[in-house]
Each structure stands twice: as structure tokens, then as C-alpha cells.
């Protein structure tokens, strides 16, 4: 069972900026395209972003120009720089294969308010 740890979350104000990380417990994982995802309270989780093997990304329009993905497969590792954060940007915050084959770990919160 791969395990997914995700951390960088916490308190910023509107217009600031944080990075998230997720590890990845897998054995293989440059293999896979890997997303982060968000949900709001009351909300379903939704994808915020997506990174494919090759690097190809993919953002929600609600995030594109202020958020990035990265990975680095050396370290079983997908990043993700938000930049100009909005308080609609407030949610738990999870990382997965871009089709949520793996187990969900904790997610990590973000929280953007003044």
C-alpha cells in the first residue's frame, strides 16, 4: 500500500505564497502522473493540478498563472508552488495519481485569511 504524506500547509495572508510537498511511499512513481487535489469544506475534492511522467502539466483554471507542479522522481516527490494565494484558495490540500489510484493520506491545510 503506498502511502502519501503531504506538508507545507498553514496560515497565510491574501497574496502570499506557499509550498506543499507529497512523498510518495511507491516503488515506482516516476511512472505515474501525479496530481494535487483540494476540498473545501462542504465542497468535493476537486484537481488543482496534474504532472505527467514527462513533466506536462495541467492547472485549473482557477489556479493557472499563480500555482506550479513540479516533481522530482529521485526523491518520490511532487511539489506545489501557490503563489498569489486567494482566500477561495482555502482547502484541504491532497496529493494522489492524477486518477487517485493510491490510498488518500492526510492532505495538508491551507489556510488564506487576513
Known amino acids: 500500500q503506498v502511502q502519501l504524506v503531504e506538508s507545507g500547509g498553514g496560515l497565510v495572508q491574501p497574496g502570499g505564497s506557499l509550498r506543499l510537498s507529497c512523498a510518495a511511499s511507491?516503488?515506482?512513481?516516476?511512472?505515474?502522473?501525479m496530481g494535487w487535489f483540494r476540498q473545501a469544506p462542504g465542497k468535493q475534492r476537486d484537481v488543482v493540478a496534474r504532472?505527467?511522467?514527462?513533466?506536462?502539466?495541467y492547472y485549473a483554471d482557477s489556479v493557472k498563472g499563480r500555482f506550479t507542479i513540479s516533481r522530482d522522481n529521485a526523491k518520490n516527490t511532487v511539489y506545489l508552488q501557490m503563489n498569489s494565494l486567494k482566500p477561495e484558495d482555502t482547502a484541504l490540500y491532497y496529493c494522489?495519481?492524477?486518477?487517485?489510484?493510491w490510498g488518500w493520506g492526510q492532505g495538508t491545510q491551507v489556510t488564506v485569511s487576513s
Open positions: 511507491a516503488r515506482i512513481f516516476s511512472v505515474y502522473a
Open positions: 494522489n495519481t492524477d486518477q487517485g489510484l
Open positions: 504532472i505527467t511522467p514527462t513533466g506536462s502539466t
